[in-house]
């Protein structure tokens, strides 16, 4: 399965698709008001059938629905069963249930099968009306499904999930690297060379901040509140766009320089709990994805390591593992080196690492 994004052109005709995505917010909002009011009735939990074929007799009478596909309607009640399971199955973790949503805040509509066509080159038909989008690459395998979301900004982007058949790549396993992530320095390599995070909202903290101020001290419902809002929107969108590109380089340099890479699997919750904002800023999971998606594409392999697993306590060269060690300390000597036999090694806290001396 692969994921490709379009942007669609700026278009009169762009306000039907923003229509469909309010109409898609008022039923989401209805099935889970139902979902609410059926279980405060019977105790029991609303099935999806029954919620599609309830909708569906009200989609008949409602003009206004019927602007969405049946397929979109089908999806979001889908979508909203998912959620209701996801909860059942771990609200003791603190997951909650689905909320009612703003529905100027609503962002997408999904067809899966029916509703939409492509017609060739850059054109797409959705319903009655036929759109034009930004073609950055060719559509290859079959068509899953096809979203239409919208941003902030009020940006259309369409969003098509295909098949396709990948080519399976033999592993080269000649050129292996162990990387550990800090709050100093991003990556630190096994080989001894480190990474450095740019830290782009860090960058731009100030300006954000000024838009901010500049947004609250509008009057709410004013067009230069909402100017404003849009303002605040871009300072946002530049900080993850500049981030988004750094980090496909970024996992781009890594995959063409070693085959094998090793990570650790670490609590980013719990470390943003701890360090907050920070942690926000350097966006390792959102690092890792792009890079495994890159792996894969290239025919590399992306290693993740236990949390549990002792890396820091294990010798890289002859594999003792300490008892105990302080966070404070961040090179140690082995104590089964034998000084007099051979040459004294320091044991570095990476893993993976050849021997010598590593910090």
Same mark, same amino acid.
């Given at each position: ?11 009169? %005709?762009?306000?039907? &698709? ?21 279980? %405060? ?35 979001? #009640? ?163 766009? %500049? ?18 890479? #090793?990570?650790?699997?670490?609590? &980013? ?47 890289? #060269? ?8 302080? &966070? ?23 893993? &993976? #690492? ?6």
């Amino acid at each position: 399965m692969k994921t490709l994004k379009f942007k669609l052109y700026q278009h009169n %005709r762009n306000r039907y &698709l923003k229509l469909q995505i309010n109409a898609a917010g008022v039923i989401y909002n209805h099935a889970i008001a139902l979902h609410k009011r059926y279980y %405060r009735m019977f105790k029991k939990h609303l099935n999806c059938a029954k919620l599609q074929a309830h909708i569906a007799k009200i989609r008949k009478r409602n003009q206004f629905w019927q602007s969405v596909g049946s397929q979109a309607v089908q999806d979001i #009640c889908q979508r909203i069963e998912k959620a209701y399971q996801l909860f059942f199955k771990h609200h003791k973790k603190g997951v909650r249930p689905p909320n009612f949503k703003k529905v100027r805040k609503y962002k997408s509509f999904t067809l899966k099968q029916a509703g939409y066509k492509f017609l060739g080159g850059n054109r797409i038909k959705i319903g009655s009306r036929v759109y034009q989008y930004w073609n950055s690459r060719e559509i290859e395998g079959t068509v899953k499904t096809v979203t239409i979301k919208r941003t902030s900004l009020g940006e259309l982007f369409m969003v098509v999930v295909v098949d396709s058949s990948e080519l399976v790549i033999e592993v080269e396993t000649s050129r292996i690297a162990g990387f550990d992530f800090g709050l100093k320095t991003f990556l630190t390599c096994s080989d001894g060379s480190k990474i450095e995070s740019p830290q782009f909202l860090k960058q731009s903290i100030n300006e954000i901040t000024k838009a901010s101020r500049k947004l609250s001290s509008k009057k709410k419902g004013s067009a230069n509140r909402e100017q404003a809002r849009k303002h605040l929107v871009r300072k946002h969108e530049d900080v993850t766009n %500049r981030r988004s590109d750094w980090f496909w380089k970024l996992a781009h340099k890594l995959i063409d320089k070693f085959d094998v890479l #090793c990570f650790e699997t670490l609590n &980013l919750k719990g470390m943003q709990r701890l360090w907050g904002r920070k942690i926000s800023d350097l966006a390792f999971r959102e690092f890792l994805q792009i890079l495994e998606w890159v792996a894969k594409k290239k025919g590399k392999q992306v290693v993740c390591i236990d949390r549990w697993y002792p890396s820091s306590k294990t010798c890289s #060269c002859c594999g003792h593992v300490l008892e105990s060690l302080e &966070l404070s300390v961040r090179v140690w000597r082995c104590p089964r080196v034998q000084f007099g036999k051979r040459p004294r090694l320091q044991c570095s806290l990476k893993y &993976l #690492c050849g021997g010598g001396i590593h910090r």
